[in-house]
């Protein structure tokens, strides 16, 4: 009898351990559950709206400029290199002969509007290599090829000067002066042509930057030709003269068409307008 008893206390002494075991196992499982459950309702849940959609087609993009280096550049950092050079761009033209857009456009491109390796280091602006004849300071960097010679200049006018003097001097750049001074789209399918520079797309790019920028009517003061760009804008009813927080989206809407119709109108390659610019909108 008392064996019998001590067994029925022993295994109801057992099966409460192990019902309290069972407890403290799911009480665990729970707790984990939980806090899983609460990091999940914590995760941003991404949703498209049409004020999404709006800002994302009206927030300013960077535009990067690709030729002897690749670098991403603002609206604002273009503008101010224009400012900065125009004047030099200008008196090149009226000794040298070269049309100012394309002497602004080439110095934007290659040098990133001078926040490229190359006009950093060298305040080499046009991506001059030394060639045979350079006997100044240089420095190395890598291009088509590694390590190669790149000039060096004390100041970036410097370069400028070297840039117009380079061109003029090169018997294969003799056909260019034979263009009208403000036919800018041929001096930068010839300078492609004679090979200043091996990217295919290079005339492309200077003749977008000239566009977007307006760079030509520094060609029209230099040749003393009045420019019709403001006056087209008020008179000429296709045209939109672009005002401090318009967008491409915002013209589109209030001219009722599309982003990508005002871009190919316009030849823009992409987002980016200039308060002043005129806009074709017919």
Same mark, same amino acid.
Not at 60 to 81: C, F, G, I, N, Q
Not at 266 to 276: R, T
């Given at each position: ?32 559950? @939980? ?14 709206? @049409? ?10 993009? @960077? ?57 950093? %280091? ?63 789209? @041929? ?86 307008? %200039? ?8």
């Amino acid at each position: 009898m008392i064996k019998k008893l001590l067994f029925f206390i022993l295994g109801t002494f057992i099966l409460s351990c192990g019902t309290n075991k069972s407890i403290i196992q799911t009480t665990k499982t729970k707790d984990w559950q @939980s806090k899983h459950a609460i990091s999940k309702t914590k995760e941003p849940v991404k949703k498209s709206s @049409s004020n999404d959609l709006k800002s994302e087609v009206e927030a300013p993009k @960077s535009e990067v400029l690709e030729a002897t280096t690749r670098v991403k550049v603002t609206t604002e950092m273009v503008l101010a290199y224009i400012d900065n050079f125009k004047g030099i761009a200008k008196n090149n033209m009226t000794q040298y002969g070269i049309p100012a857009s394309i002497i602004l456009a080439q110095g934007i491109l290659e040098s990133g509007a001078g926040t490229g390796p190359l006009s950093a %280091l060298a305040n080499n602006h046009f991506g001059i290599k030394c060639h045979k004849d350079w006997t100044g300071p240089s420095v190395s960097y890598d291009d088509d090829a590694a390590q190669e010679c790149f000039r060096k200049y004390a100041e970036a006018k410097e370069s400028y000067s070297d840039h117009a003097t380079f061109l003029v001097n090169r018997t294969w750049y003799a056909d260019l002066f034979k263009l009208e001074k403000n036919d800018y789209k @041929s001096w930068s399918k010839g300078l492609k042509a004679a090979g200043y520079a091996t990217d295919p797309k290079y005339a492309e790019k200077l003749i977008g930057i000239i566009e977007r920028y307006q760079l030509n009517r520094f060609d029209d003061e230099v040749l003393g030709i009045k420019s019709d760009l403001a006056t087209n804008t008020i008179q000429n009813s296709n045209l939109y003269q672009v005002s401090p927080g318009d967008t491409l989206y915002s013209i589109s809407k209030k001219f009722n068409l599309s982003v990508d119709e005002l871009k190919q109108k316009n030849n823009l390659s992409d987002n980016a307008i %200039l308060v002043g610019q005129s806009i074709i909108v017919q």
